[in-house]
């Protein structure tokens, strides 16, 4: 096989890895995934559905200045931005590139007194409990021809409308749940867990903090995790500002952060209204576009990268003639593990994994390079896979 023709590409005559590479691209065969699925949450006329068009570069959701112009909650697909699959498949010459992923659901907007059913608010928070991560966009931006609910522009009270009755969702939950698990206690040990769990967070709750204030050890977190409460829900705040406050936030933007420093949760400011006219232009327009308004990058980018990294995930790289693709892991994940998310059989009868750096197979250029530098590895069951790693998995 010729240098450079197929990156991670197997020894002349180790038929087993050729088979396990065409494996990997065929079609038909039977693959595993995980994909992070964030909710797009907030009060309605926040921009939420306006985001969530420019995310996924349609026209799906209904933008309207009304409340609840989304009723049944949508679904978007959006790529993880990662500059290094041109660069990998440029190397490599492959024919396509497959992006690692995020789906994001557009959320009706939530009022106060949703957890007792106010504006649909019992639909709404069961299409919350079904994400992994929660993206709240808050209004910081003033405009008197766009309404707002609460009558005036007030981030703090309105994250703090949100959070109440997503507490008092879980809270209800939590105490009915409480009842049966006392009962279970009495005669099922294991059900002791789940006891001493609800109790510590009821008891936060109950003083309006959320589930995931709540220090727990590990056989409390598995014992409450089927639950889904979703203040337990790890949340970045999409702080959505107007074309001129994108490069340098404001006064809106930094109340937010002071919340969010507080309860250790992530900000990012986005222009709603900047990114659905950044769809509407040619790709090579559009960094002109941004840097008209003093940013390098678009926010949507920035939420994109955030939401992704928000659960601990990272990616590795499988990379070919046909196709350089992203594979997206939770951090600390071992070898045969990742070798799973490709296909189960590759974790049943994983052997090992041919491996090597993205800085290094970059550097190099090819796979044939790295390997006199020494920089190609063959990893057991213990390696635990790196950012960035580009890998060949063989197994029996």
Not at 39 to 65: C, D, E, H, R, Y
Not at 128 to 139: G, N, P, Q, S, T
Not at 203 to 222: F, I, K
């Amino acid at each position: 096989m010729e240098d450079g023709e197929l990156i991670c590409a197997p020894e002349s005559g180790d038929r087993l890895a050729y088979d396990i590479l065409l494996f990997c691209h065929h079609p038909s065969r039977e693959t595993y995934f995980i994909m992070l699925r964030a909710g797009i949450v907030g009060l309605p006329n926040v921009g939420k559905s306006t985001l969530f068009n420019a995310i996924v570069g349609n026209a799906k959701a209904q933008a309207a200045n009304f409340p609840f112009c989304t009723i049944e909650p949508n679904v978007g697909i959006v790529a993880v931005p990662d500059d290094r699959l041109q660069i990998l498949a440029d190397i490599a010459s492959s024919k396509d590139i497959v992006p690692a992923r995020v789906e994001f659901v557009d959320i009706a907007g939530l009022v106060k007194g949703a957890s007792k059913g106010e504006g649909l608010g019992n639909q709404f928070l069961s299409n919350i409990r079904e994400v992994d991560a929660i993206v709240h966009v808050v209004r910081c931006f003033d405009d008197d021809d766009i309404i707002h609910v609460a009558g005036a522009v007030d981030p703090k009270s309105d994250i703090e409308v949100i959070n109440l009755e997503l507490v008092l969702a879980d809270l209800a939950q939590a105490e009915k749940r409480l009842e049966r698990s006392k009962k279970e206690s009495r005669v099922k040990k294991e059900a002791t867990a789940e006891t001493d769990a609800l109790e510590k967070v009821i008891a936060a709750m109950l003083l309006g903090n959320p589930v995931r204030s709540v220090e727990l050890n590990e056989e409390e977190l598995l014992a409450i995790k089927t639950m889904g409460f979703m203040t337990q829900k790890p949340i970045i705040y999409a702080t959505n500002v107007s074309d001129a406050d994108l490069a340098t936030g404001n006064d809106y933007v930094e109340q937010v952060r002071k919340l969010a420093t507080a309860e250790g949760a992530q900000v990012v400011v986005i222009s709603a209204q900047v990114e659905s006219e950044l769809v509407e232009l040619p790709e090579a327009d559009r960094l002109e576009f941004l840097e008209s308004l003093g940013v390098t990058e678009g926010g949507l980018r920035s939420l994109v990268r955030a939401t992704y990294d928000l659960l601990g995930l990272q990616t590795y790289f499988t990379v070919g003639p046909q196709e350089t693709r992203a594979w997206t892991i939770t951090k600390g994940m071992l070898a045969p593990q990742a070798a799973g998310v490709i296909h189960s059989d590759f974790e049943k009868g994983f052997i090992r994994a041919e491996t090597v750096s993205y800085k290094d197979l970059v550097e190099y250029r090819s796979m044939n390079a790295a390997k006199e530098k020494g920089l190609v590895r063959s990893e057991g069951k213990v390696y635990v896979v790196q950012e960035g790693d580009v890998m060949l998995f063989l197994h029996s």
